[in-house]
């Protein structure tokens, strides 16, 4: 800077500096005998505002401050060497080196270039220095600097770059597979083509021969083949060029591509496709020929990944709701080379909003007679895979047990039987009348069923002396009134003590007589006033299991009841049934009726079936014109001479009959020797008729197939004269033995 002044007699000047230094605002004073200041190396703590003036000799005159002047100092650019294509390059490629001032425009600079700082020969002031081709004397540092065109100031040298230039042939790549071996259909592949410590290439990709056009070329070392298939086989190349003109590297070695079918997920859906809220659910992805321990697995619902994220061969949802409802796949992807199995068709889950219902039903029918066979069968509504059952008797409410309702139930010593859903008795006993309930279970951990209506089987002895105990009925008949009273009796053949009447309603209660609704006295219930909900089977039950016969009672609001035995009748008695009407029960006209089909019509209450059959077995109902119909009740018919107590009473009649006739055989050998002693012929001769009659009982209980035999010897005299006159008395006594049926009740 120079300080110019009007006069030229002053012996000094001064300059003064005013700058900012670390957040300080600071003033500097210089005195210099010339009128110029000189920064020789101006750094930015040199900017600022300068001042200067003159003074004489004396400091007695100045010439006072000049203007002010600001100075702006500013880091000189540095250079900067950019090298193309690569600072590792390869004898015969094309070198560019391009020289870059940092912030500055390049129109605005002329540049030097330097290996290891000696001046390039021939020395060029162009932006790019360019070396074609290149070869190994070419390797060494390269660095340069920028000139400013405008006021020659220099840039800092840029840092040497070096530039390396290997002898020997052309490179070579290494072509390399991202699976071991065989890529699987449907898999993505990976070709990777590998120059060490080089950049700038681009990569030429050939497949079958080297002599065909590329294939496709891409800017990064590797080529992709997603969702291979069968056309994608084959041997593959690969080589790199860069540069313009273009260089290229050798051609890799050959890498085979083998394509070859995929093994399919499947999933397996346990316990079955159709679950009830609150099970559990277990999926499982099986791979086909596969190892299970080869691989790891994913899992999608309607396409989008299971959350939380699985590789699990299972996938398990516990608690089943329907919202778990939906289709589900799953893949599997190998753990030695991470290719993909094909995907699994998809697997409908669906889930009730419910829980499992367990439906009860018996074949062929619940009412049943001792001997025959029976199966009640359980079944899941709605499906049929997996599930196991559990048979379970009904019996009154009783603490500790599982509650159904307002009864409990038992689990059946031998419910095992029936884990198939079949429970079969055959034959059925007395022992087996009951109400039964069933419910299925499956998976792990276990889920159960709800439990199935109700479903009784009755089972009547054979004869009446099947049945250890009767239930005898007051009044003795089938139908009764409501309001009207009703005796129960436990009748037991020995002791008593332990029998209680229990009973089946129609609202699928099991119940003993209690307060509830009857009074116990002994064996015997009672009830004061019928309702129509006493309607029901009831039977007698002992504590240690045993059964009477069951009966069936039905109380009615109605105003008309059909009187019909509680028991079954036998073939040849005499049936007689009463329709009653509530209040008028005599010399109303009635008309009775069988099976859908009038039996008689304006009779006078009553009707007798006087000698009854199997064919008489039936539904009957009476009706009073006007007035209303009864219930209907089923009469049942036993066949007559049936059973095993019938056989064993034969058994001992027969024995009984030989034992006379040998009896009378005797007699008659007897009889002869003592005529033959005696020389005489026959006088009055003796006949024994012997009738075997077949004598019923009749019990109280009902009627039974029950026979016995009663023997009676009738004396017969036969007097016979002979042609010569009178002979000589001889007495002959002979027996004749004659089997009949006595219609007549012997008892």
């Not at 932006?127 to 290149?134: G, N």
């Not at 309702?531 to 089977?537: K, L, P, R």
């Not at 008729?689 to 039974?704: D, F, H, M, T, V």
Request: charged residues 20%.
């Amino acid at each position: 800077m120079t300080c110019a002044t009007d006069s030229v007699n002053y012996w000094s000047y001064k300059w003064r500096i005013r700058t900012t230094r670390n957040g300080k605002y600071i003033i500097e004073d210089h005195t210099s005998l010339i009128n110029t200041f000189t920064i020789q190396v101006a750094s930015v703590t040199d900017q600022g505002e300068y001042f200067c003036q003159g003074e004489s000799n004396d400091k007695s005159t100045s010439s006072g401050w000049s203007n002010r002047v600001t100075l702006t100092v500013r880091e000189s650019p540095k250079a900067v060497v950019i090298l193309q294509p690569d600072k590792q390059t390869f004898r015969g490629e094309t070198v560019t080196l391009r020289c870059q001032i940092q912030g500055e425009r390049d129109t605005d600079w002329e540049y030097s270039w330097y290996k290891k700082s000696s001046s390039l020969s021939p020395v060029s002031k162009d932006q790019e220095y360019t070396i074609s081709p290149v070869s190994e004397s070419h390797s060494g540092e390269y660095t340069c600097r920028g000139k400013d065109r405008r006021d020659s100031q220099n840039s800092k040298m840029s840092d040497a770059v070096t530039l390396t230039v290997p002898s020997g042939s052309k490179p070579k790549p290494q072509l390399t597979s991202s699976l071991k071996g065989a890529v699987l259909r449907g898999n993505t592949v990976t070709l990777s083509c590998k120059l060490d410590q080089s950049t700038g290439w681009v990569f030429y990709w050939y497949r079958h021969t080297q002599d065909s056009s590329a294939l496709t070329q891409t800017d990064k070392d590797s080529y992709t083949i997603s969702s291979v298939t069968d056309s994608d086989g084959g041997q593959y190349w690969c080589r790199a060029g860069r540069g313009n003109p273009v260089y290229y590297t050798q051609y890799s070695d050959a890498v085979w591509v083998n394509v070859t079918g995929n093994p399919k997920a499947v999933v397996i859906l346990q316990p079955d496709k159709q679950t009830f809220r609150g099970e559990t659910v277990t999926l499982r992805c099986q791979i086909q020929g596969e190892r299970d321990t080869d691989w790891e697995y994913s899992w999608y619902k309607k396409s989008s990944s299971l959350s939380p994220v699985s590789k699990d061969q299972e996938y398990r949802i516990s608690s089943v709701y329907w919202s778990h409802s939906g289709e589900y796949t799953c893949r599997g992807k190998d753990r030695g080379d991470s290719q993909n199995s094909e995907m699994s068709d998809a697997v409908t889950l669906t889930v009730s909003s419910d829980k499992a219902q367990s439906v009860v039903s018996v074949s062929p029918k619940m009412w049943l007679t001792e001997g025959d066979s029976v199966t009640l069968s359980c079944e899941v509504k709605d499906s049929s895979t997996g599930w196991t059952f559990l048979w379970y008797r009904v019996i009154p409410y009783r603490d500790g047990l599982p509650r159904v309702d307002s009864n409990s139930v038992e689990l059946l010593s031998d419910s095992s039987r029936g884990a198939g859903g079949s429970y079969t008795l055959s034959p059925a006993a007395l022992k087996h009348t009951g109400v039964y309930v069933c419910r299925a279970q499956r998976g792990n951990p276990v889920y159960y069923s709800e439990y199935s209506t109700t479903q009784p089987l009755w089972v009547t002895g054979e004869t009446t002396l099947s049945p250890p105990v009767s239930l005898i009925i007051s009044p003795n008949t089938t139908q009764h009134f409501t309001s009207d009273s009703l005796s129960l009796s436990c009748e037991v053949q020995s002791n008593s003590t332990g029998w209680t009447v229990r009973r089946y309603t129609d609202d699928a209660e099991v119940s003993d007589c209690s307060s509830d609704w009857g009074s116990v006295t002994g064996s015997t219930c009672s009830i004061s006033s019928l309702q129509s909900s006493d309607s029901g089977v009831y039977w007698c039950q002992s504590d240690s299991g045993g059964n009477s016969n069951p009966l069936n009672i039905t109380v009615t609001y109605g105003d008309v009841i059909l009187e019909s035995p509680v028991h079954p009748v036998t073939e040849g008695d005499t049936l007689t049934l009463l329709c009653r009407y509530r209040y008028d029960p005599s010399g109303l006209r009635t008309d009775f009726y069988k099976d859908g089909l009038i039996l008689q019509n304006q009779t006078t209450g009553e009707m007798t079936i006087p000698t009854v059959s199997k064919s008489d077995e039936g539904l009957y109902w009476c009706k009073y014109p006007e007035r209303g119909e009864s219930p209907k009740s089923w009469i049942t018919v036993r066949v007559s001479g049936g059973g095993s107590s019938a056989v064993t009473v034969g058994v001992v009649v027969g024995l009984g009959v030989a034992f006379v006739i040998i009896v009378l055989m005797i007699l008659l050998h007897w009889s002869k020797k003592t005529e033959d002693d005696d020389g005489t012929g026959p006088s009055d001769v003796t006949y024994s008729q012997i009738k075997l009659k077949n004598i019923k009982i009749r019990n109280k209980a009902g009627p039974s197939d029950l026979t016995y035999a009663q023997i009676a010897i009738i004396p017969t005299k036969n007097k016979e004269k002979s042609k010569g006159g009178s002979r000589a008395k001889s007495e002959h006594v002979y027996s004749q033995l004659k089997q009949g049926m006595d219609d007549k009740n012997f008892i």
